[in-house]
C-alpha cells in the first residue's frame, strides 16, 4: 500500500500544479511563482507521506547538502545538453539567427522546476527506490527507464524512437545518479538543467512538447538520428550517446560507494532448512 500513498501525493501535487500552470499559459511571471510553488510543495509532501508510510527518516532529501547537489546536477545537465547541441552545430543542423525572448526564459525556469522536481519523486523517489529493493539496481534502473520513457510517448510530438531514447539516456541516467549518491537532489539538478538548456537557452523543442522560444532564437533541421525531428534533440543519437556515458559513470559511481544493491535471492526450503540458491 505504501507505494500506492506515496504515487498518490506526489501525483496529486504534480497535477494540481500542472492544471495551475496551464492556467496561466501565455504569463511567464505566474508561470515562474505557480512552477516554483508547485516544485517547493512536492518536497515536504514527499517527506510526511514516505516518512508516514515507511516510519524512517527520509535522507534521501536531507536538507544537508541539497543546494550543493542541485547545484552541481543543474551544471552537469546543462553542460551535456550543450554538448548535444554542438555537435548538431557543428554538422550545420543548428543555427542560430539572434536572441529570442528572456521573459519566455523566465516562464520555463518555474515550468521545468516543477516538471525536475515532481517526475524525480516518482520516477527515481517512489519508483526506482522501491523496485530496487525487491529486485536490485540493474533491473530497477532498467525496468524504471523503460516507465520513464513510455510516459514521454504520450506527448503531442513524441514518438516510438522519442521514448526509446529517453528511457536510455534519461531514465538510466538520473536513476544511477541517484544510485550514486543515494539523495535525490542530483538528479532532480541534472533533470532541471537538462530541460532548462533544452528549452530556456536553447530553444529547442523538448521531449515532444510544444514548448515555446527562450534565450535564443534558433533553428534546427536535418536528419531526425542527428537533429530528434519533431521529437526535439532528447532524439538525437548524440543525447541517446551522452546519456549512456553518463549513465555508466554515475553506476561505477555507485558501485565504488557501495550502492548497487543486489538482486535479492528466494529461500528455497528443504524439509526444516532454508537455503538460499547461489
Known sequence: MRVVWQLGAVAAVAMIGGQCVAAVDGNPWLTLVLGLLTAVLAVPVYRWVVGRTERRPVTEL???????????????????????????????????????TVPGAIGLIGFMAA?????????????????EERAGTWIALALTGALFGLAHLFNPDADLWGAVAIAIEAGGMLAAAYAATR????????????????????????????????????????????????????????????????????????????????????????????????
Open 183 to 278: 539523495t535525490l537532489w542530483l538528479p532532480i539538478g541534472v533533470h532541471f538543467g537538462w530541460n532548462f538548456a533544452a528549452s530556456g537557452i536553447f530553444s529547442t523543442e523538448v521531449s515532444g512538447n510544444d514548448t515555446q522560444q527562450g534565450l535564443l532564437d534558433a533553428v534546427t533541421s536535418g536528419p531526425k538520428l542527428i537533429t530528434g525531428g519533431a521529437f526535439g534533440p532528447e532524439g538525437s543519437v548524440y543525447s541517446v550517446v551522452f546519456g549512456m556515458v553518463m549513465t555508466a559513470a554515475f553506476m561505477w559511481l555507485a558501485h565504488r560507494r557501495g550502492h548497487v544493491v543486489p538482486r535479492r535471492r528466494r529461500a528455497v526450503r528443504s524439509g526444516n532448512t532454508t537455503t538460499v540458491p547461489r
Open 115 to 131: 516538471a525536475a522536481v515532481t517526475e524525480e519523486l516518482l520516477f527515481r523517489g517512489v519508483l526506482f527506490r522501491l523496485v
Open 62 to 100: 536531507s536538507r544537508e547538502g541539497a543546494g550543493a547537489g542541485v547545484g552541481r546536477g543543474v551544471l552537469i545537465g546543462v553542460a551535456l545538453f550543450g554538448a548535444v547541441i554542438a555537435n548538431i552545430a557543428l554538422l550545420g543542423h543548428y543555427e542560430v539567427d539572434g536572441l529570442g
